[in-house]
């Protein structure tokens, strides 16, 4: 039986390690994690922000996912995309989920990302 997703792995193309850690650490946030000593060798790198984790893996045929993406649940989606796009990343917003206000970004590598945060639950009466 399914409990929970582990992580979420993206493809970047190989050298692209520099250019991934600087938007998913300074940019997004997230704490680079080390991979294990066994996949260390194949290059990409691993971040982690709460529960979410996010794995690049390097592909020598690489090309981003437009389609395919994470999405990732935030708190305070304004300023949240406010700091995304005071830092250089792409903001572009989407009203077309019910219930939900979300916009969506690109890393550094082209792959499509998803951020999103339920409106408030109306109050019962």
């Known amino acids: ?8 792995q993206l493809a970047a193309p190989v050298g692209s390690e520099e250019a991934l850690r600087a938007f998913y650490v300074d940019v997004l946030g997230m704490t680079e994690v080390p991979k294990p000593p066994v996949l260390a060798g194949r290059g990409g790198c691993w971040f982690e922000a709460g529960a979410v984790r996010l794995h690049l893996g390097v592909e020598a045929d690489f090309r981003p996912a437009r389609k395919a993406h994470p999405g990732l649940l935030v708190t305070a989606i304004e300023a949240y995309a ?8 792409a903001v572009t917003w989407d009203d077309h989920l019910p219930g939900h206000r979300r916009f969506y970004s690109e890393d550094p590598v082209g792959n499509r990302l998803e ?5 408030p639950a109306a109050p019962s009466a």
């Open 1 to 8: 039986m399914l409990a929970a997703v582990d992580h979420v």
């Open 115 to 119: 951020f999103l945060e339920p409106y």
């Open 82 to 89: 406010a700091r995304l796009a005071a830092l250089g990343a």
